[in-house]
DNA sequence: CACCTATCGATAATTTTTTATCGATATAAA
DNA sequence: TTTATATCGATAAAAAATTATCGATAGGTG
């Protein structure tokens, strides 16, 4: 008889993978509420989710619950961070440093979603030199070399449309394995590299539809 | 033999609707390579998507296209613009003028985009005054009355989590139909409120999930 | 002009995602 | 201690989304 030697991980589903930072944000204000557990219904009545939905998706984070109580809270915030791999941090390079760059540079928070970004880059001479957030703006011509040393393996790109592709093959040449994407351009990378889109202009869209369905 | 008087809509789901602004924004780039037609199959290939789902999402539009050649660009882009309600701005309010609401308030691209900006509000007398954008940043004790007396239909939500639920309510107490919300925080509302979420950390896991998933 | 072909758009098949059903079980109450 | 029940988790059903197939047609080619 074979020993199953690592936990059975089942395939995780995009649309799960964006469900489960929201469980977590949840989770955490019912911890400081001093619940120490928490059944899916709970989850799924605060989110206006399914149950069975919610509980789908927490199976494929390995962990497990107990009839009629529930999940242990601690255990599942653990268990979801680890699946979104937040409890240990990856370093990451940040190119633009406009203004949602700097937002995003502002962001202490990162840290607790396992993104540590350690430098910024700029085209812009004026820029470079600044501080932000304890974060120097170095010219855009030492990414690839900085990445390939440090082995930085995210990239953030926040510069406008017109450069974001130059930068995206900046951050591959220089190693960089995914790419968190602001500029509103389709980027064309090799099929190793991983793209995550969060182009404002994608949820905005969803918005302005739904209001205009609403009001007609 | 009954008229249909008005085009038939189709349902157009959620993916859809997200789609549809990266369409725009490769048909752009064409139109501008002063190209007239294209295809499916050549918006499909752009962006790395199955073409029979590029027809048809671009059904849901109403725009037709033509045998052998596909659609005419500038009907298209046209088309998709209005399907998401891009072809006129609505106004808007944002509030919370930090890094991140600062950045929002700097895009001009939202006006192609269906969203006017008209005023921002903060808690913050320190920032109270402030002229972001040409934008002035007004008390939030003015977001109600304003909203209401001025017909604004969208807030934006830029403030931190603890106050988001709060400045939601203010906003549909002001008669606001629909929250685009950068909190990280599942807003209460009622059921004729739109409420589209566009925190970064939903992202943010699908990335760093699949990263680590490629690095073992 | 007649034929060939790229493409559309409608319908069908497949796959994925969501929702439903139900037996098993841990805890609390009788 | 026995019973009742909330909840889990596995399996099944239903719904939604994606992908495949194919006839129709506009436009180019011989």
Do not use: C
């Not at 089942?10 to 977590?24: D, F, G, N, Q, V």
């Not at 149950?51 to 497990?64: H, M, N, P, W």
């Not at 990239?155 to 450069?163: D, H, K, Q, S």
Request: charged fraction near 25%; proline fraction near 3%.
């Amino acid at each position: 008889m074979e020993m199953v030697l690592e936990k059975q991980v089942k395939a995780l589903s995009e649309r799960t993978l964006r469900r489960l930072p929201r469980y977590i944000e949840i989770l955490k204000r019912m911890k400081s509420e001093k619940i120490e557990f928490v059944s899916s219904n709970m989850i799924a009545d605060e989110l206006g989710l399914d149950s069975i939905q919610v509980r789908k998706d927490l199976a494929a984070t390995g962990v497990i619950g107990k009839p009629k109580l529930g999940f242990a809270i601690d255990e599942l915030i653990a268990g979801i961070k680890h699946t979104l791999n937040w409890d240990n941090q990856t370093d990451a390079f940040l190119v633009g440093a406009g203004s949602l760059g700097s937002a995003i540079l502002g962001y202490k928070t990162f840290s607790d979603h396992g993104l540590n970004i350690i430098a910024a880059f700029e085209n812009e001479p004026s820029k470079v030199g600044e501080i932000i957030n304890h974060i120097t703006v170095l010219p855009i011509e030492k990414l690839s070399d900085m990445a390939y040393r440090m082995k930085v393996h995210i990239g953030v790109i926040t510069v406008p449309a017109g450069e974001a592709q130059k930068v995206a093959d900046m951050m591959i040449e220089g190693g960089i394995k995914a790419i968190w994407n602001f500029a509103p351009v389709h980027l064309k990378v090799p099929d190793f590299v991983i793209v995550e889109n969060a182009q404002l202009s994608h949820s905005l869209g969803v918005l302005t539809h739904k209001l205009a369905e609403s009001l007609k």
